[in-house]
């Protein structure tokens, strides 16, 4: 695990909703090759940052930077290509097309005779069936997705995600409606892939998930962050304190 | 049950290659042949509709452009029939891809309007471009056939639409194996979601709306030969493209025969009520009734129901929480 610098990047990054300012000039740095954690009461931005970062929402201005390269106007689909994945609060999967054809969409093709090419490849089933295996899930390839249950939705987002191959993962609210045994499990797999050199980003309203996962906690407050750094830190830090709890 | 699945449709494909030579009548023939004309149009209709949800009330403008194209090239410019039908269909999709790029930026009832807007745009430039098209008089085709009599006519445009709707159902085939048609049925199911796998779907419903575009042009300047004379009323009506609606939608959009079923239910009925109740606009109505019907009481068709998968074993949150136990972190 590294925590040097940072390969995503935002730079005033602003947005406004009519009269409400969601982000107002944000400027964040993950740390590279490590669990950055994004923190805030509600409405404090993090969803909104989110989805500038992803390309699901323009900002009125700044900049997103990727490994030194400008993404900031890319749609969803090249910021997916630059290596960055996302799952989404609620959980989102194709609820009815198979658990292996869920997987199976996030290959990325883009040559005419591959997209004409049969879906089930016999590599790219194995590769899938290597991260449901990892998550759990392998003996429900072809149930439909909408038969799963939140929890194991949850896990296949996971697994779509990482069959696209991202270098940096942000997971948005990864422990929402999910029961304890799974958040462990949950905790644990991005441990576990973290250790194997992906970046995450997670936003997450669960503290003790939080404060024991991430080597780098960001706390935003009014579309800005307030404050950074180990979660040892930023657990006493006076703005997050006062940011939370009004003292 | 394997062999039933590819027996009953090579027997249905035996028993359409005779149908021409088993009915007692040309007219019977004549509604055949109009049958699977529908056919092959909600069929094309369906390789947007039914990948990627996206309902085009306006294809029709696709089939008027097809048949004016391949008329006037016959017309205007004395192009053999059959060079005029492809040339027609294929700048019939280069122009689909133009609107496309811009249709398919808007989702639900807004694409739904568009598609509308542009049927009645295409409509208002045919019958106002008076020196080229004819105007609200129309354009006459000759026949291409001359040496044939109007029965005999028919039964080529018969087997001649035949072919198109196994060309359309091939493709609507090998696009739902392909990678493709998998990204098309990721936009269906959530559009964001795909887009943030990587899936570029603005390009994907732009092509599929251009194939689509394309399986219809054909059929209009099929159409356009068959019939030799074009009303722009006719051709750009809303009707013809709430009619590959209905038929999919009463199939069944997410299967591959369902559009056919869809025909060779609405298309026969369609005529029969045109026979029966003459030519009034009761058929039309009747049309109007058997969509609302069908989208409030059956919206994945007959096909679907026939297929309903049964419950399969439920797949409970301990059950997953003990498979999770067992895997090693």
């Known amino acids: ?247 | 049950m394997r062999i039933a699945s590819r027996g009953l449709p090579l027997l249905v494909a035996a028993l359409a290659i005779a149908y021409p030579w088993l009915v007692p009548n040309y007219y019977l023939v004549y509604a055949g042949a109009l049958t699977v004309m529908y056919a092959a149009m909600s069929t094309s209709w369906n390789l947007l509709g039914g990948f990627t949800g996206y309902v085009s009330l306006g294809h029709s403008a696709f089939f008027g452009l097809g048949a004016y194209g391949t008329g006037l090239l016959v017309v205007r410019l004395g192009v053999p029939w059959v060079v005029a039908l492809l040339v027609s269909a294929v700048l019939v999709t280069v122009f689909a891809v133009g609107v496309g790029i811009a249709a398919v930026r808007v989702r639900g009832a807004s694409f739904v309007i568009v598609s509308i807007a542009l049927v009645s745009m295409m409509n208002l430039v045919v019958q106002g471009w008076r020196s080229l098209t004819g105007g609200s008089t129309g354009l006459q085709v000759p026949s291409p056939f001359p040496g044939l009599h109007r029965g005999e006519t028919h039964m080529v445009f018969f087997y001649l639409f035949l072919a198109l709707l196994a060309v359309a159902l091939l493709c609507w085939w090998h696009v739902s194996r392909s990678r493709f048609g998998a990204g098309l049925r990721a936009i269906r199911e959530d559009e964001d979601k795909a887009e943030s796998l990587g899936v570029p779907t603005g390009a994907y419903k732009v092509a599929a709306f251009a194939l689509s575009a394309l399986f219809v042009a054909l059929a209009g300047g099929l159409y356009a030969v068959w019939f030799g004379s074009l009303d722009p009323i006719f051709v750009f009506s809303i009707l013809i493209g709430s009619y590959m609606v209905l038929m999919s939608l009463l199939g069944g959009v997410r299967h591959l025969y369902g559009p056919l079923l869809g025909a060779l239910i609405v298309a026969p009925a369609g005529e029969y009520f045109l026979i029966a109740l003459g030519e009034t606009q009761i058929h039309l109505t009747a049309t109007g009734l058997v969509l609302v019907l069908v989208v409030l009481f059956m919206p994945d068709g007959i096909l679907a129901r026939l297929t309903r998968r049964r419950p399969g074993p439920s797949i409970p949150d301990e059950t997953a929480d003990q498979r999770l136990q067992k895997v090693t972190p």
């Open chain 1, 1 to 247: 695990m590294s925590v040097e610098g940072g390969s995503l990047r935002t730079e005033g990054l602003t947005k406004s909703f009519g009269g409400v300012l969601a982000v107002n000039g944000a400027d964040v740095e993950l740390r590279d090759g490590a669990i950055n954690g994004l923190i805030g009461p509600n409405g404090s931005g993090k969803t909104t940052f989110f989805n500038i970062v992803t390309g699901m929402i323009r900002p009125d201005a700044g900049r997103v930077l990727y490994r030194d390269r400008e993404i900031t106007r890319h749609s969803p689909h090249r910021v997916a290509h630059t290596g960055i994945g996302r799952t989404f609060q609620l959980c989102r999967v194709f609820p009815r097309m198979s658990v292996l054809e869920n997987m199976l969409v996030a290959v990325r093709r883009t040559r005419l005779r591959e997209l004409l090419a049969g879906l089930r490849d016999a590599g790219e089933v194995e590769r899938a069936r290597h991260w449901l295996r990892r998550m759990g899930i392998e003996h429900l390839e072809e149930a439909e997705a909408r038969d799963l249950s939140y929890g194991q939705q949850k896990l296949l987002e996971l697994a779509a995600v990482l069959m696209a191959e991202p270098d940096l993962v942000l997971l948005d609210e990864p422990a929402g409606g999910v029961n304890p045994a799974l958040i462990d499990r949950i905790t644990a797999l991005v441990r576990e892939l973290n250790a194997e050199g992906r970046t995450f980003l997670v936003v997450e309203h669960n503290m003790d998930m939080v404060m024991g996962m991430c080597d780098h906690v960001i706390v935003f407050d009014r579309g800005a962050p307030i404050a950074e750094g180990p979660p040892s830190s930023v657990r006493e830090d006076p703005r997050v304190l006062e940011a939370y709890l009004g003292v």
